[in-house]
C-alpha cells in the first residue's frame, strides 16, 4: 500500500516536472518567434523608407558617383562598410568595391548639418574609385539591401 502511494506521487511529481520542461520549452519557441518577426518587419520597413538614386561620370580613369539618399533612412558611419558598389565592363566583367578599396567614399560636408558623419536624407554620398577601362554599368547597394544603378 505504502509502496502504490510513493510510486503514484513519483509519477505526479514526474509529470508536473516533465509540464514545466515542456511548457517552457514552447514560451522560449513563441517568444523567440515574435522577436524574429519584430526584427525582421523593421527591416522590412527601413527597405521601404529607403530611396536612392546614383549619377556617375568618368574622367581619366577614375568613376565618381554622387549616390544621393531621397528617402527618409539615416546610415551611420558603420553602415559605410557594408556599402556595395559593383561594376561591369567587357574587360574585368563585374568587380566589387567597398569603403575599404575605394579611393574617396564619404558623405559631402556641405549639407552634412545634422547628424556628421551620417548619410542622412537629401545628402549626397560621393564616391571615385580608381579603375582602368570605364565600366557598362555600375551597381551601388545599401546595407540594407536597396540598390541604384547608373
Do not use: H
Not at 69 to 79: A, E, I, L, V
Not at 83 to 95: G, P, R
Not at 99 to 104: E, W
Amino acid at each position: 500500500m505504502a509502496s502504490s502511494l510513493i510510486a503514484g506521487a513519483v509519477s505526479l511529481l514526474l509529470i508536473i516536472i516533465a509540464g514545466y520542461v515542456i511548457a517552457t520549452g514552447i514560451l522560449m519557441v513563441a517568444e523567440t518567434t515574435v522577436y524574429t518577426q519584430m526584427d525582421v518587419s523593421y527591416n522590412q520597413e527601413l527597405i521601404k523608407q529607403t530611396d536612392i538614386s546614383m549619377e556617375s561620370s568618368w574622367n581619366s580613369n577614375i568613376l565618381s558617383l554622387n549616390v544621393f539618399n531621397n528617402g527618409s533612412t539615416s546610415f551611420t558611419s558603420k553602415d559605410f562598410l557594408n556599402m556595395d558598389l559593383f561594376t561591369y565592363d567587357s574587360v574585368n566583367k563585374t568587380k566589387r568595391y567597398t569603403k575599404n578599396n575605394c579611393v574617396r567614399f564619404e558623405v559631402t560636408t556641405a549639407s552634412d548639418i545634422i547628424n556628421k558623419g551620417m548619410w542622412d536624407p537629401s545628402e549626397v554620398l560621393i564616391v571615385n574609385i580608381s579603375l582602368t577601362q570605364q565600366p557598362t554599368w555600375a551597381k551601388f547597394v545599401t546595407p540594407n539591401g536597396v540598390t541604384a544603378t547608373s
